[in-house]
């Protein structure tokens, strides 16, 4: 299978750090990718991990763990505007161009 | 670059009506793809091409018919509309690099049929 399994809500307050998961099914797997996506918007990419360990960009940081089939994206310094879709996705097939998505976290920065 | 573009940006037909929906990009990447998002379903993949004059389907492809004549431009067309095609519509292109499947995504089409 591909599919990909994350919390459906998260809020968190302005300054701290958030934390998405992201499980997945181990068949034909090839990297795990990171898109956001505010309402009304389009979804625009944000991080991607082939191999296992952490990749930093800025205040987001995306971790891989191949071995346990699983992701986290980590938002630090959270700001009011990072209010937004967050989907997790991965390739469907050789050369990774297809990608499955999962159904996205919806997350809520309050004051 | 504009990168990818869509027209129209809302649509609204009637049942069994037919339409078209454009998708250009000008950043010469090779892999387009058309997606369907849904309330509560993430984004499902509805065809992709590798490049121009090849195309296939992807996980809903019911309903919907693509062609690639030129590396730009990636239509997507509706053969007979039905209320369950009611859906923002996102195309997207990607070129292979270090950081893999990085898609671009244009700002999506609203549809509505009734």
Same mark, same amino acid.
């Given at each position: 299978?591909?599919?990909?399994?994350?919390?459906?809500?998260?809020?968190?307050?302005?300054?701290?750090?958030?934390?998405?998961?992201?499980?997945?099914?181990?068949?034909?797997?090839?990297?795990?990718?990171?898109?956001?996506?505010?309402?009304?918007?389009?979804?625009?990419?944000?991080?991607?991990?082939? *191999?296992?360990?952490?990749?930093?960009?800025?205040?987001?940081?995306?971790?891989?763990?191949?071995?346990?089939?699983?992701?986290? *994206?980590?938002?630090?310094?959270?700001?009011?505007?990072?209010?937004?879709?967050?989907?997790?996705?991965?390739?469907?097939?050789?050369?990774?161009?297809? *990608?499955?998505?999962? &159904?996205?976290? &919806?997350?809520?920065?309050?004051? | 670059?504009?990168? /990818?573009?869509?027209?129209?940006?809302?649509?609204?037909?009637?049942?069994?009506?037919? +339409?078209?929906?454009?998708?250009?990009?000008? +950043?010469?990447?090779?892999?387009?793809?058309?997606?369907?998002?849904?309330?509560?379903?993430?984004?499902?993949?509805?065809?992709?091409?590798?490049?121009?004059?090849?195309?296939?389907?992807?996980? /809903?492809?019911?309903?919907?018919?693509?062609?690639?004549?030129?590396?730009?431009?990636?239509?997507?067309?509706?053969?007979?509309?039905?209320?369950?095609?009611?859906? /923002?519509?996102?195309?997207?292109?990607?070129?292979?690099?270090?950081?893999?499947?990085?898609?671009?995504?244009?700002?999506?089409?609203?549809?509505? /049929?009734?």
């Amino acid at each position: 299978g591909q599919s990909l399994e994350q919390p459906s809500e998260v809020t968190a307050v302005e300054g701290a750090i958030v934390q998405i998961n992201c499980t997945y099914q181990t068949s034909g797997f090839y990297g795990l990718s990171w898109y956001q996506q505010h309402d009304g918007g389009a979804p625009t990419f944000l991080s991607y991990n082939a *191999l296992d360990g952490l990749e930093e960009t800025g205040r987001f940081s995306s971790f891989l763990s191949r071995s346990d089939s699983y992701g986290y *994206l980590l938002l630090q310094e959270l700001q009011m505007k990072d209010s937004a879709s967050y989907f997790c996705a991965r390739g469907r097939g050789a050369g990774s161009y297809q *990608l499955t998505f999962g &159904k996205g976290t &919806k997350l809520s920065v309050i004051p | 670059n504009a990168g /990818v573009t869509q027209t129209p940006k809302f649509q609204v037909l009637k049942t069994g009506q037919s +339409m078209t929906l454009q998708c250009a990009q000008d +950043m010469n990447h090779e892999y387009m793809s058309w997606y369907r998002q849904d309330p509560g379903m993430g984004l499902r993949l509805i065809h992709y091409s590798v490049g121009a004059g090849i195309t296939d389907q992807g996980e /809903v492809p019911n309903g919907y018919n693509v062609s690639r004549s030129t590396t730009e431009d990636f239509p997507l067309r509706l053969l007979s509309a039905a209320p369950s095609q009611t859906s /923002v519509y996102f195309c997207a292109s990607s070129s292979q690099g270090a950081r893999g499947e990085t898609q671009y995504f244009g700002p999506g089409t609203r549809l509505l /049929v009734l």
